[in-house]
């Protein structure tokens, strides 16, 4: 059945971003994480200009490490320690219902690792708790392809929409008379970098 276009609309105002367990233990086992990195460097910093609320979390951080340095998650909310695998965790909750200028957002973009675990977790909760789910997929990784690639089809299936970090940008800016469109427009002049999500085509 196909999804009405009404219900893929991204807010200004209305979505906030989860970042998932972005941790420095993580940098060497997980698949593409450079190039993640890349791309949701890019996503932060795109959302930022939209004054677009941020909250992550860590992963057992004693163990795991923290947050990578190369995202400025400077003003974010967070990082919420947690042993769970979905972010959704009552501290969590609570920091939602008041996240959006005072209320809970309409939409939350996800992005983070490990996207078959923690993501997709955390995925299914906000579903089931009411919220339009974007799994933005050039900025979610596993340690395996396999992993991850299969992670976003379920995610798919559960009703996530799965999306790209350029995407989302541009969903929200909605107009090129945005005061924003020209800072965006900067910011994403490189174009994103190549995760192995589709098949480059033979030439």
Do not use: W
């Not at 910093?45 to 995202?71: C, F, M, R, S, Y």
């Not at 965790?89 to 609570?94: D, G, R, Y």
């Not at 979610?140 to 392809?145: A, F, G, V």
Request: contains cysteine.
């Amino acid at each position: 059945m196909a999804v009405s276009a009404t219900k893929v609309i991204l807010r200004q105002g209305k979505t906030a971003l989860f970042v998932c367990d972005v941790q420095s233990k993580f940098e060497k086992i997980i698949s593409e994480f450079d190039k993640m990195i890349v791309n949701s460097s890019k996503l932060v910093n795109g959302l930022k200009l939209l004054d677009t609320p941020i909250l992550v979390t860590e992963q057992n951080p004693k163990a795991l490490g923290n947050t990578v340095p190369q995202l400025d998650l400077s003003g974010a909310k967070g990082p919420f320690s947690k042993t769970q695998f979905s972010m959704y965790t009552e501290e969590v909750s609570k920091e939602l219902s008041t996240l959006c200028a005072g209320g809970p957002p309409d939409s939350i973009l996800l992005i983070g690792i490990e996207c078959h675990i923690c993501v997709e977790q955390t995925a299914l909760d906000l579903i089931a708790n009411g919220f339009q789910v974007h799994t933005v997929a050039d900025c979610c990784s596993s340690r395996t392809q396999e992993d991850r690639l299969l992670a976003l089809e379920r995610m798919k299936q559960f009703g996530c929409h799965i999306t790209t970090s350029e995407n989302v940008l541009f969903k929200l800016l909605g107009n090129a008379n945005h005061p924003k469109f020209k800072d965006i427009s900067r910011l994403v002049r490189t174009p994103s970098v190549y995760t192995g999500l589709v098949p480059l085509a033979k030439i």
